[in-house]
């Protein structure tokens, strides 16, 4: 009986871990124009938040659930659901708000105190039971190992509620210093309200519940809102206008192409419609009609960056390499963005001519000492040493790929590699040497605990 009521309080911990611990499980959607909105959307907010913009990071995760979150550090994850669902910009800010919010007020780190809480409450709970059982009283026992459970676990929700409600109204304080309305924000959360009316939840209390029912939110926050002398201010029409182009290349890139085409079908002209549908037919494999909804919206646009990245996009999936150089060119001189340099990296490459791989390792060096955080980015850099005979950085090029995807064994591997061809002391032998230490490290953990 003991050891059954034993089983029962760890699987009651475990259940209040992963309640605090989300886990970014979903695939990263890195897409430069959607990095540059998500950046300049937020930058207001980040600053009325009292937080440096450059040290926050809002990134999209593709998963179509209506969904955002802060997990470690100062990121945000919105899913691809949530743009999806979102009608316009100021929408989508809110939601960034409050996620801010959560961060401001440390709520990551602060759940172990929940998680502490609760835990302290099973276990005294463990303990009264196995008394009570040991004393002859097996149901008494079981009483209080069930009640201290529940206690436990409306303790912890009831600490989850809190740090919402404390995220809802920083939010609004950083939407109303940002010169913001909160009309989005208690939009949103009707939509949140019409989807626990089509689940059935019932709306006359919150408890057992992880955040508060959103009516419940939306009558707080209207208080806090209406009264704003930022309530009656209109969208800022360019940032609406390019949150629509990044709603519609969401919507095809991750939805299935049929759905696209209904939801843009072809008598709609619009930018974003002709945005959508090219992805939606790139991904149908109709290379040419992709290119024709393309070439549509660089005659309206010859120099949008961002039109001129897809096309270049589309020819080098199309098997058109040399034809994609050209337009990612171009893209690139305009915004020096890193995630368009290594697609043209990988189209210098992909041409097969030794006449661009210089260019390709130039490009691609540079890229990476941006944003170090692209595997591919590494990949193509190590292939564009391997075929100019560079094998050493080759291989180390490789070992950051592979330390970035959490492959110990194989950073560890590609790093010594990387020493014995590497002049001893040079920058690129220390950070093999920096790897290989790391690494070497990590392995070694994950044996001490196998």
């Known amino acids: 009986m003991k050891g059954r009521a034993l089983r029962w309080c760890a699987v009651l911990i475990a259940a209040l871990a992963m309640l605090a611990r989300p886990a970014v499980a979903q695939q990263i959607l890195r897409d430069a124009e959607t990095e540059a909105f998500m950046n300049d959307m937020s930058a207001p907010l980040v600053k009325a938040a009292g937080m440096e913009p450059r040290n926050v990071q809002v990134l999209v995760i593709n998963d179509p659930e209506i969904n955002a979150f802060v997990a470690g550090g100062q990121y945000v994850w919105v899913h691809s659901g949530l743009i999806a669902q979102a009608d316009n910009v100021n929408q989508l800010q809110g939601v960034v708000a409050h996620e801010l919010g959560h961060i401001e007020g440390g709520h990551i780190i602060r759940s172990s105190e929940g998680i502490k809480t609760a835990t302290g409450i099973t276990l005294l709970s463990l303990v009264l039971g196995a008394a009570a059982m040991a004393a002859g009283g097996a149901e008494a026992g079981m009483g209080i190992l069930a009640a201290g459970q529940q206690a436990a676990m409306g303790k912890f929700l009831a600490f989850s509620r809190a740090q919402e409600s404390s995220a809802d109204l920083a939010g609004a304080r950083y939407l109303s210093a940002a010169g913001l309305s909160g009309k989005g924000s208690l939009e949103f959360f009707k ?23 959103s009516g419940e939110r939306i009558s707080v926050l209207r208080e806090v809102y209406v009264v704003d002398p930022a309530w009656d201010k209109p969208i800022d029409p360019a940032l609406e206008a390019r949150f ?7 919507v095809g890139f991750a939805s299935e192409p049929t759905q696209t085409l209904i939801k843009y079908p072809e008598t709609d002209q619009s930018v974003p419609a002709r945005y959508a549908r090219a992805y939606a037919w790139h991904k149908s494999a109709y290379p040419q009609k992709a290119l024709e909804e ?20 589309i020819l080098l999936e199309s098997g058109r390499p040399v034809d994609a150089i050209a337009p990612l060119r171009r893209a690139v001189a305009a915004t020096n963005q890193p995630l368009i340099a290594v697609l043209l990296g990988h189209a210098l490459i992909a041409s097969e001519d030794e006449k661009n791989f210089a260019e390709a390792e130039a ?13 591919f980015a590494w990949y193509q850099l ?8 560079d094998i050493p950085r080759a291989a180390l090029a490789t070992a950051e790929r592979y330390q970035m995807m959490g492959q110990d064994q194989m950073a560890l591997r590609s790093a010594d590699a990387a020493m014995q061809g590497l002049k001893t002391g040079t920058v690129d032998y220390l950070r093999a040497q920096d790897i290989a230490m790391v ?12």
């Open 363 to 375: 490009v691609l060096r540079n890229a990476v000492a941006r944003d170090r955080e692209n595997p």
């Open 382 to 389: 190590g292939v564009v040493y391997e075929r100019r005979g």
């Open 191 to 213: 939509k949140l309200q019409n989807q626990e009316y089509r689940l059935a939840i019932p709306q006359d209390d919150s408890y057992g519940r992880t955040h508060p029912l």
């Open 439 to 450: 690494s070497r490290a990590a392995v070694e953990q994950q044996r001490k605990k196998k």
């Open 294 to 313: 393309v070439d549509a919206l660089l005659a309206a646009a010859p120099a949008d960056p961002y039109f001129l990245e897809l096309k270049g996009q």
């Open 244 to 250: 629509e182009r990044i709603k519609a290349k969401l």
